[in-house]
């Protein structure tokens, strides 16, 4: 074993496990502004659905306590 190396790597791993990361934290970065940019899916409830009341289906109400 070699006495003047630190750690159990070498330079050119320790570089590309440097240059490995600042690649994966830039792809973060670029997915999460685009993801700002672009907001949210609302899927089939998008712009034209967005306020339309879905059929059979009723309004949320709180379920009365007595009723257990």
């Known amino acids: ?10 330079p050119e791993e320790r570089k590309a496990a440097v240059l490995a ?3 994966a934290i830039g792809i973060a970065l670029l997915a999460t502004m685009v993801q700002q940019s672009i907001g949210p899916s ?3 409830w998008s ?3 967005a306020a339309a009341s879905m ?3 009723l309004d949320a109400q709180p379920v ?3 009723a257990f």
């Open 64 to 66: 009365a306590a007595s």
């Open 1 to 10: 074993m070699r006495t003047s190396e630190r750690g159990p790597f070498t």
């Open 21 to 23: 990361l600042l690649i």
């Open 55 to 57: 059929p059979d289906v």
């Open 42 to 44: 609302l899927g089939p």
């Open 47 to 49: 712009t034209d659905q």
